[in-house]
């Protein structure tokens, strides 16, 4: 079935470490995005990559970096420089980022917290 | 950026009730959408309505926009216990690059009592 795989499904992150989450999709979608969610708090853009090799940051891209190597693949890196890390992490797709009137569709999230 | 809240924050209704939530936004859009969130899960895809859309039905769900209120209601007829989730609302415009990206809510987190 198609779909958006994210892994892991829980990390932990020690001081001064940086970590990597994993998004990988195999809808065919050249659209690929970076959400975080806290508690009470709606959706806030990290990044976002329209084909490969492209991404522009989004709200909240300080303290993160992604690439875009490959279609399939939108990996995040949350860097030292962030300081507040603990979150969930949400990748989505949608088929082209140009597009008004398509639905994203997401993964099941990766939850980051502080050791 | 602009971005659609929702309305109530949190509602507790019995099973076989309707449940409704508003979500309201402030500027001009391409489209509205509503998702749905599942305890640590992601958020999966409901219903898109176009801004020159009124109404738009969906299986027990239906979906109001008017867009002279800037406002959106989500109506889940005949609730399940299985409807408990949260529900967002997502709106957007073009941006100048051309790109569309979608901002949402805070979220209404609906439980539904068997």
């Known amino acids: 079935d198609g779909g958006i795989t994210q892994s892991p499904k829980y990390l932990f992150r020690k001081e001064g470490q940086n970590v990597t989450l994993s998004c990988e999709q195999n809808?065919?979608?050249?659209?690929m995005y970076w959400y975080r969610q806290d508690p009470g708090q709606g959706l806030r853009l990290i990044y976002y990559?329209?084909?490969?090799?492209?991404?522009q940051k989004g709200d909240i891209a300080e303290g993160y970096s992604v690439s875009r190597e490959k279609k399939e693949s939108f990996p995040l890196t949350v860097t030292s420089a962030q300081k507040n890390p603990t979150a969930f992490y949400l990748c989505?797709?949608?088929?082209?980022?140009?597009?008004?009137?398509?639905?994203?569709?997401f993964g099941d999230g990766t939850r980051l917290s502080i050791l | 950026s602009q971005q659609g809240e929702e309305d109530p924050q949190a509602l507790s209704i019995q099973e076989g009730e309707n449940a409704t939530m508003n979500c309201s936004y402030k500027?001009?859009?391409?489209?509205l959408q509503w998702y749905r969130q599942n305890s640590g899960r992601g958020l999966v895809h409901l219903i898109l309505?176009?801004?020159?859309?009124r109404e738009k039905h969906s299986g027990r769900l239906r979906v109001t926009l008017d867009t002279s209120k800037k406002s959106s209601s989500l109506l889940i007829t005949a609730s399940r216990a299985a409807d408990t989730a949260s529900y967002f609302c997502?709106?957007?415009?073009?941006?100048?690059?051309?790109?569309?990206?979608?901002?949402f809510g805070r979220g209404t987190s609906l439980i539904v009592h068997p």
């Open positions: 989505a797709s949608s088929i082209n980022v140009r597009l008004a009137n398509q639905p994203q569709h």
């Open positions: 809808l065919n979608h050249d659209a």
């Open positions: 990559s329209q084909i490969v090799n492209d991404f």
């Open positions: 500027t001009s859009i391409n489209n």
């Open positions: 309505i176009r801004s020159n859309e």
């Open positions: 997502a709106t957007g415009t073009h941006a100048s690059g051309g790109s569309y990206i979608p901002t």
